[in-house]
């Protein structure tokens, strides 16, 4: 792959496979400059369109998200071939309590929202609810219950669907509000 430098686009760096057409759909003109042939092209690019049609498989970095995320980071080497993000991983970005939230709740561990729920959770006791029966009180999602029992800490993590709509203590489909 060559690297391209157009003259109506003088600050973006295009990638051509053939010398006619730049990864991104432009024809290249006469007086274009060309570089030579280069293996890791895509650590000289900063054009989106390009990178993202001609990217190869296992380059060891990071392929761009956006037009800002160039140049192109390296990914995590704990997870070869996933384009792990280095910030997503404990061990190349460790966790920094200096930088950390305090908890609302008043305890002395840091918590860090990669490592999933923090270690002052309080998971409050199920109701008894007769086997095959819905709850005599009414229903309440997973993530409802919990919220209600620890208050302001779950701002940083994520429930998944099922704990939005199935209830902590009978394990039911929680019907959606009525607003009517």
């Known amino acids: 792959m060559k690297l391209a430098r157009l003259r109506k686009t003088p600050r973006k760096i295009h990638v051509t496979p053939d010398e006619v057409k730049t990864g991104c759909g432009a024809f290249i003109p006469e007086d274009a400059q060309l570089s030579r042939d280069t293996a890791e092209w895509y650590l000289h690019t900063n054009c989106y369109n390009c990178t993202y049609r001609l990217w190869p498989a296992n380059t060891g970095y990071i392929r761009p998200r956006d037009g800002q995320d160039f140049p192109p980071r390296r990914e995590c080497p704990h997870y070869p071939g996933r384009e792990l993000d280095p ?7 460790p966790f920094n309590p200096a930088i950390a939230r305090p908890c609302p709740k008043g305890c002395s561990e840091p918590h860090d929202p990669r490592l999933g729920l923090p270690p002052c959770t309080v998971y409050p006791p199920q109701r008894e609810v007769p086997d095959g029966e819905r709850c005599p009180e009414g229903c309440e999602t997973e993530s409802t219950v919990m919220g209600r029992a620890n208050p302001g800490v779950f701002l940083d993590f994520d429930f998944s ?15 959606p509000y009525n607003y009517d």
Do not use: I, Y
């Not at 910030?87 to 970005?93: I, L, M, V």
């Not at 669907?161 to 019907?175: I, S």
């Open 161 to 175: 669907d099922g704990a939005m709509t199935r209830c902590c203590h009978c394990g039911e489909r929680v019907p």
């Open 87 to 93: 910030k997503s991983c404990q061990t190349c970005t």
